[in-house]
């Protein structure tokens, strides 16, 4: 089993729609949850971050996080073509300083 | 602040040659990290260093050797290229303390081994 595990895509959506991206983790005893996105031939930058139970709002963007079913989301509100990219999910774990990235699901909003 | 800077922005190699892929970070981040991204493979953990003085191996060291010459630099050195070494590569750093850890990427290096 990977340790942090994403639906690669493509997940299309029409403009103005909401997004939901889904990402799952093994190590139980992990602290703290990033979402990045990454345009095609850019870095990641980061997006979001959630470290409690419960769901995290900023602006159009809210993250979601369930540690006993080992589960964090991202919802994208009001999807905008410029919203058109790869999100990486990432997972600090028990290991000091080390964060495992998922594979990323690759998002479309169609205009 | 440039944040997270790296050279070269693209590199050729031929099989056998060696290289080093320069860092630099000016935000007084303790920890560096290199990552390399190929397609359908997420980002994938070569080396870290947790403070200046330390490093340590990731998910994919073999081929790879790193320097954390002080707080501010950190490189990466490929002794004997290889093809399956082609490939993105990302410097970050982070603070390194606590459960944030929020990492900050360079721009990246394309390098392609021939």
Same mark, same amino acid.
């Given at each position: 089993?990977?340790?942090v595990e994403q639906n690669s895509g493509p997940l299309s959506v029409p403009e103005g729609a909401i997004a #939901?991206?889904?990402c799952t983790y093994s190590?139980?005893?992990s602290q703290s949850f990033f979402w990045y996105r990454q345009y095609s031939g850019k870095s990641p930058e980061l997006i979001m971050f959630i470290y409690s139970n419960g769901d995290k709002e900023d602006g159009r963007f =809210?993250?979601?996080?369930n540690k006993a079913s080992q589960y964090v989301s991202l919802l994208i509100r009001d999807s905008q073509p410029s919203d058109s990219a790869t999100y990486l999910c990432a997972v600090k774990g028990t290991s000091y300083d080390k964060v495992i990235f998922g594979p990323g699901t690759s998002l479309s909003v169609i205009p | 602040n440039a944040g997270v800077t790296q050279t070269p922005k693209f590199q050729v190699l031929k099989t056998g040659q060696s290289m =080093?892929?320069?860092c630099a970070q000016d935000m007084n981040h303790n920890s560096m990290y290199w990552y390399r991204q190929d397609p359908g493979m997420g980002l994938r953990l070569i080396y870290y260093s947790a403070s200046e003085g330390t490093t340590d191996k990731g998910e994919v060291p073999n081929g790879y050797n790193v320097s954390r010459l002080n707080k501010r630099e950190f490189s990466l050195r490929l002794e004997s290229a290889a093809p399956s070494q =082609? #490939?993105?590569y990302f410097c970050a750093s982070s603070r390194g303390q606590g459960v944030y850890n929020e990492q900050f990427f360079g721009p990246g290096t394309r390098l392609t081994v021939l």
């Open positions: 089993q990977k340790e #939901s991206l889904n190590d139980r005893g =809210t993250a979601q996080l | =080093t892929l320069q =082609t #490939s993105v």
